[in-house]
């Protein structure tokens, strides 16, 4: 418990450091504009990001608002893939082989600023070197999302993503 957002700080952090490569999975993707903007930030300046989310998730409402941040990730360089063997509940953070985050927080506000969460900050190259295996593991069962499908989508269905994206600081 603290006044301060440590967790999102942390993260924001490691985002921050990367100089070559991060990899990042998460069950539920609901940034704020802060995180949000750290990730555009780091894959506009050469850093190779990979996003895994959930293809399917355990919540349509909190898995339609995320879809409405990838346009603008995918536009910034962002690769995001949908994993679609079950429901992916993995909450890693791997920068340049060497940092790893790993915890229960999720990439949300609540986990941010509600939820009693706690990450372990490893810096480490074996535990990243275990954590990237896995990955790519975990990629090999994922789906990439392309751009320009992804822009293709019914226009009902970004409206719908949009309109929950309104309540994303709730979620």
Not at 79 to 103: E, L, M, N, P, R
Request: aromatic share 10%; charged share 20%; hydrophobic share 45%.
């Amino acid at each position: 418990d603290s006044d301060y957002s440590n967790i999102m700080y942390s993260l924001i952090h490691t985002i921050l450091l990367a100089k070559k490569e991060l990899l990042i999975t998460t069950p539920y993707f609901i940034p704020n504009s802060s995180f949000k903007d750290a990730i555009k930030i780091a894959s506009l300046s050469g850093v190779k990001i990979k996003l895994l989310v959930p293809g399917a998730s355990d919540s349509v409402i909190v898995n339609t608002t995320s879809h409405s941040f990838y346009k603008e990730l995918l536009e910034a360089g962002v690769k995001i893939f949908t994993y679609k063997k079950g429901f992916v509940h993995a909450k890693t953070v791997v920068c340049d082989g060497f940092i790893s985050v790993v915890g229960t927080a999720n990439l949300d506000n609540r986990s941010f600023d509600l939820n009693f969460e706690i990450n372990a900050v490893v810096y480490n190259k074996n535990t990243a070197n275990k954590l990237i295996e896995q990955f790519n593991i975990d990629i090999e069962n994922a789906k990439e999302i392309n751009l320009k499908d992804w822009k293709k989508r019914p226009i009902y269905i970004k409206l719908i993503e949009n309109v929950l994206r309104l309540f994303s600081s709730l979620m």
